[in-house]
């Protein structure tokens, strides 16, 4: 069981002053991420921190070196997938990259991209269509650890049976193991598909538009803010997106509940995939 | 034939028990959980949810997180209610049963909007029972209803503990005619629930779950 001892209203408050902590300290603005995904977090932080109260848990982000560095790994739970949801990546390839091939040249930006699957996963696609070259590819999130992980390319080779399988259903072009280099239990990835990607520390809560874009994919990270970050994140995509961009969300993300569910044209509907309205 | 005609007679109705339990409780929320069994234990219950129910209702059953799930679209064929699949940040509306889709668990904001979320499975499940019946006890409190029905492993007790904390009250069917029993008879240990009934019985309380 989670440490649950306090009255709930006293957890919420003691919540509040540790994301405003955070914010106040840091830098790292979780004040409008939905309240139950982030107090289970802060529940497994608290057990796996060996803290009672959110308060002795604030003590440690405060006063302690790494405190910090620690909670933003529970904060920001890195659950992904090499090209998670095939019927995306298929929808992109049918869909979205006839398009592509008329730009002379192309910026992409995955918003949140983690540990980088999906990365690797859009790489792989550009250079299947020839596109990789002419393509300039952002990847940002606001955990250097993942961020990290993302440069380094490797992931366990437990992992490539089902990024194998989701490649073929998403219409990969070749044998997924062109891609990597298996040594002990890691599967690097091919450098060259990275040759092009910045990636870079950016906080959709806080930072700006950086770059005019022709395609973003930001998938599984809008359903841990609430409605008013939602709003922030895709004015900032509506921003950045060039004249008739594309946007690209998680399979059961929408945009129907935000103040951009006129901005944008819905391309692939059950593959959340979305045009800027011409408008 | 008249006597034979009758079938709600034959149905066990609402017990004393249940009744002093629902004396003057206003419910504004129940939530329904199941694993293996849930779809047939659901098909006796959802239907039987009048058109004029005032109350929300959610439903969660353990279905494959890589298969789109049908289940709204194929119990609003059968219910009174609409019923739809709950969506991110989609606000929670008296009178419609909504259902949690497959791969995300589900969460109920304080502010009655649906959340989705990626966390890890939670004893193998996502969507999880406990995420669900937890995030609904901290959001309704003593305004929601907790009902734990049929099923092989244990998701569904730590949430039914914690409506039971907040003050909600809990409902599980009886272990007894349960097509699979661990779910139920955990929550039974664990939580002592308010009422531990036959689905029959379960059916005939679940329209009176709302605010007098």
């Known amino acids: 069981m989670l440490p649950l001892n306090e009255p709930p209203d006293a957890f919420d408050i003691e919540l509040k002053m540790l994301v405003?902590?955070?914010?106040?300290?840091?830098?790292?603005?979780?004040?409008d991420y939905t309240g139950a995904s982030q107090k289970r977090r802060i529940l497994v932080a608290m057990r796996e921190m060996d803290c009672e109260t959110v308060s002795s848990l604030q003590a440690r982000v405060m006063h302690e070196p790494d405190g910090f560095a620690q909670l933003l790994q529970y904060l920001t739970i890195p659950v992904t997938e090499m090209f998670r949801d095939p019927e995306y990546w298929q929808a992109i390839r049918e869909q979205v990259v006839p398009f592509l091939k008329t730009y002379p040249s192309l910026k992409m930006w995955i918003a949140g991209c983690s540990t980088g699957e999906e990365v690797y996963s859009l790489a792989i696609l550009l250079q299947e269509e020839g596109l990789l070259e002419r393509a300039i590819i952002y990847a940002t999130d606001i955990n250097p650890e993942s961020l990290e992980a993302a440069r380094r390319g490797v992931y366990g080779l437990d992992r490539m049976r089902l990024y194998t399988e989701n490649y073929q259903k998403s219409g990969g072009k070749r044998a997924f193991s062109d891609y990597y280099t298996a040594a002990y239990d890691g599967a690097l990835f091919d450098r060259a598909l990275v040759e092009n990607v910045t990636f870079a520390d950016h906080s959709l809560a806080t930072d700006s538009v950086f770059s005019e874009t022709h395609f973003?994919?930001?998938?599984?990270?809008?359903?841990?803010?609430?409605?008013?970050?939602?709003?922030?994140?895709l004015g900032l995509f509506h921003e950045s997106l060039c004249y008739r961009g594309f946007l690209g969300l998680g399979s059961k993300e929408s945009i129907d509940f935000s103040s951009f569910a006129n901005r944008f044209d819905s391309l692939a509907r059950r593959e959340r995939l979305f045009r800027k309205s011409a408008a | 034939m008249k006597a034979a005609k009758a079938p709600v007679k034959a149905v066990p109705g609402v017990g004393e028990e249940a009744r002093a339990l629902l004396d003057g409780r206003r419910i504004e929320l129940v939530v329904i959980g199941g694993s293996a069994g849930g779809v047939d234990a659901l098909v006796g219950l959802v239907p039987a949810i009048p058109a004029a129910f005032r109350s929300s209702v959610v439903c969660i059953l353990h279905v494959p997180a890589d298969r789109d799930s049908r289940l709204a679209e194929l119990f609003d064929m059968r219910a009174a209610l609409p019923v739809r699949e709950a969506r991110d940040k989609e606000s929670i509306e008296p009178g419609i049963v909504y259902f949690a889709g497959s791969g995300y668990h589900l969460s109920v904001e304080r502010d009655r909007t649906f959340s989705l979320s990626c966390e890890p499975p939670v004893q193998f499940a996502r969507p999880a029972i406990d995420i669900l019946m937890e995030s609904c006890a901290d959001a309704y409190g003593?305004?929601?209803?907790?009902?734990?029905?049929?099923?092989?492993?244990?998701?569904?007790?730590?949430?039914?503990?914690?409506?039971?904390?907040?003050?909600?009250?809990?409902?599980?069917?009886?272990?007894e005619e349960a097509q699979a029993s661990a779910m139920p008879g955990e929550a039974i240990r664990r939580c002592a629930p308010h009422l531990v009934l036959p689905l029959s019985g379960i059916r005939a309380l679940l329209p009176l779950l709302e605010t007098p």
Do not use: H
């Open chain 1, 20 to 31: 405003e902590a955070v914010y106040l300290k840091y830098n790292y603005d979780f004040r």
């Open chain 1, 216 to 233: 973003v994919s930001c998938r599984n990270v809008l359903i841990y803010f609430n409605r008013k970050l939602q709003d922030r994140v």
């Open chain 2, 142 to 175: 003593p305004l929601l209803a907790g009902i734990l029905l049929t099923g092989a492993n244990y998701d569904g007790a730590d949430g039914m503990c914690r409506i039971r904390e907040r003050g909600g009250l809990t409902i599980v069917q009886d272990p």
